[in-house]
């Protein structure tokens, strides 16, 4: 079941209705009361890269209150969003962390001095606890109360930092022991070759040694010689124990090509 809050606005504008994409059901319905807010705007300008449509036009909204002068971009590539951003010289982005790229997003805004906040739903600790490591300077939920949002926004362009040093360095703690277990998980891929990962990879597409063998252009003896490579060294006994412990591990093709410093976040 969906939950709004309501915003009254002034009377020459229609009522807003702001949807949460979160969990509220154990929250009830209340209206949001913004007066206060218009006795004392924000201002600035705030891009928003969100690449679901509806929390980032909700967040706009929330931020029109306060007089907050914003532009969305849903841009799947990076570079665009970058040329978005520059383009419309914020005081301030916020960035969902539920986009695929929101960690190279930030690391590359910040290192250009542009703000960056994460807006999270909750359930990724870990990707945010990257993006504050990328440069962010904090994180709003949500499930938060309006007036948190603003209040993050309105220290951000202040240039105050949202986290406390201690909840910081619990973030950054996480993320490391994250990292760890990942790098655990992941350690007996590490021995394989390149072409070994390549192959292993297309078994986990569920193509077969033959047609791996045609689309690689080699015999089908190489690939099965490959293949018994592969099961050696991750030390299981069939083609299906091999691609279960890759998925089971979060592996990838990519995965040995990762920077060690990335790997897991």
């Given at each position: 079941m969906s939950h709004a809050l309501k915003v009254k606005v002034a009377p020459s504008r229609a009522d807003i209705f702001v949807v949460a994409t979160t969990n509220l059901a154990a929250q009830p319905v209340r209206e949001f009361e913004p007066a206060h807010i218009a006795d004392a705007p924000i201002g600035g300008r705030v891009v928003i890269v969100?690449?679901?449509?509806?929390?980032?036009?909700?967040?706009?909204?929330?931020?029109?209150?306060?007089?907050?002068?914003t532009s969305i971009t849903r841009e799947s590539s990076l570079d665009a969003v970058v040329r978005h951003v520059r383009a419309f010289d914020p005081d301030l982005v916020l960035v969902g962390a539920t986009n695929a790229d929101a960690v190279d997003a930030v690391r590359t805004l910040t290192r250009s001095g542009v703000k960056v906040v994460v807006v999270?739903?909750?359930t990724d600790r870990i990707r945010v606890a990257a993006c504050i490591e990328a440069g962010a300077t904090g994180a709003v939920a949500t499930s938060d109360p309006v007036d948190t949002l603003l209040n993050a926004v309105r220290e951000t362009v202040a240039g105050r930092r949202l986290l406390s040093p201690t909840t910081e360095r619990d973030l950054l703690g996480e993320l490391q022991l994250h990292r760890r277990d990942h790098a655990m998980r992941l350690a007996k891929f590490q021995n394989l070759s390149n072409r070994e990962s390549?192959?292993?990879?297309?078994?986990?597409?569920?193509?077969?040694?033959?047609?791996?063998a045609e689309e690689s252009y080699v015999s089908i003896a190489t690939i099965r010689?490959?293949?018994?490579?592969?099961?050696?060294?991750?030390?299981?006994?069939?083609?299906?124990a091999a691609v279960a412990l890759a998925y089971q591990a979060g592996w990838t093709r990519e995965s040995f090509r990762t920077p060690a410093s990335q790997r897991g976040f």
């Open positions: 969100d690449q679901m449509a509806l929390m980032a036009e909700s967040l706009a909204l929330v931020l029109h209150t306060a007089e907050v002068t999270t739903d909750g390549e192959v292993l990879w297309a078994l986990m597409l569920g193509k077969s040694a033959s047609e791996i010689s490959q293949i018994k490579a592969i099961l050696r060294k991750l030390e299981v006994n069939s083609q299906l």
